[in-house]
């Protein structure tokens, strides 16, 4: 697999399997890669000749620099991964400097509100930093195709967003959630959990699948208040939000309306370590 720190060096690599027709696409990580990373990948190579994946810790969307200190980072184990899905993968590794042409600073973006609720409250100045990044990666890789989780459904709607207010050429793909046996949604955080809590952490994903039972009979208020009360009796858990959005506005909502579609967002912290899921309620 060939491995590329370079900007220049990849585009003209790309610009070889463009000159032979073939289709390019994109898979954006910070590394640690898991099988969620890894569902990504293989949905792209089912749509393109040729998959890009670019690891890059990106320092300007933390807001929290322990947290960004303690990224868990293993290049070696993720190239081998890769190397064992597929040898139609590039990987792309930039530096910082090389990313963001010299000057490490986010850009500032309005997302029409999108990214001023839920993880856009706690996390100041997270999603300038994202799409800052996204947006450089994506003009350099130009690929037909680029794919996100939605396990940040929040930055899948802002990507697109992004994506069409620049006119940027790119399709976004969102990939449903890939999640451990316990039902725990699969994130790179997942491996600074202790074992028994990582086995405990099924518990949001529970939580999230009872909201969504009772979605169909409660008022939106009344399943906030239950999931704060579950919350509230958990020694291991300690709740952040739990919201219940519009999905395409992403707007937090206590009344439902009739032909509108609901997900039910969550951020949790668990050890210190913070983790977020969502679930489509309708
Ligand atoms: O979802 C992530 O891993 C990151 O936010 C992304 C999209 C790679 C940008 O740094």
């Known amino acids: 697999m060939l491995v590329i720190d370079h900007k220049e060096e990849l585009k003209a690599t790309i610009q070889g399997h463009r000159t032979k027709n073939r289709s390019i696409g994109f898979v954006p990580t910070m590394g640690a890669l898991h099988e969620g990373h890894l569902s990504l990948v293989r949905k792209a190579l089912s749509l393109n000749d040729v998959v890009v994946v670019s690891i890059f810790i990106n320092p300007t969307q933390f807001d929290n620099q322990e947290d960004l200190k303690k990224y868990p980072q293993n290049l070696q184990q993720d190239i081998a991964l ?51 990044i996204v947006e450089l990666l994506l003009n350099a890789v130009a690929p037909d195709n680029a794919f ?12 697109k967003k992004l994506v069409e207010t620049k006119k940027l050429p790119y399709r976004i793909i969102g990939c449903p959630i890939a ?43 009344d399943i906030k208040d239950w999931v704060k009360n579950v919350f509230e009796k958990s020694p291991y858990f300690k709740l952040e939000y739990f919201e219940i959005a519009d999905t395409d506005t992403l707007t937090p909502i206590l009344k439902k ?8 967002f969550i951020a949790v912290y668990a050890e210190n370590v913070r983790l977020i899921d969502n679930i489509a309620l309708n």
């Open 179 to 221: 999640r451990e046996t316990n039902g725990l949604a699969r994130s790179s955080r997942n491996e600074r959990l202790s074992t028994p809590t990582r086995k405990k952490a099924g518990f949001i994903y529970e939580t999230l699948t009872t909201a969504k039972t009772k979605f169909g009979t409660e008022s939106a208020l």
């Open 257 to 264: 309306q009739r032909n509108k579609t609901y997900r039910a």
């Open 82 to 132: 890769l190397q064992s899905v597929s040898k139609n993968i590039l990987l792309f590794t930039p530096s910082k400097e090389g990313i963001y042409d010299g000057t490490v600073v986010s850009g500032s973006y309005n997302f029409n509100g999108l990214e001023k609720v839920m993880e856009g409250t706690y996390r100041t100045g997270h999603f300038n930093g994202v799409a800052t």
């Open 148 to 159: 996100f989780g939605e396990k940040d459904f929040q930055q899948l709607q802002i990507i």
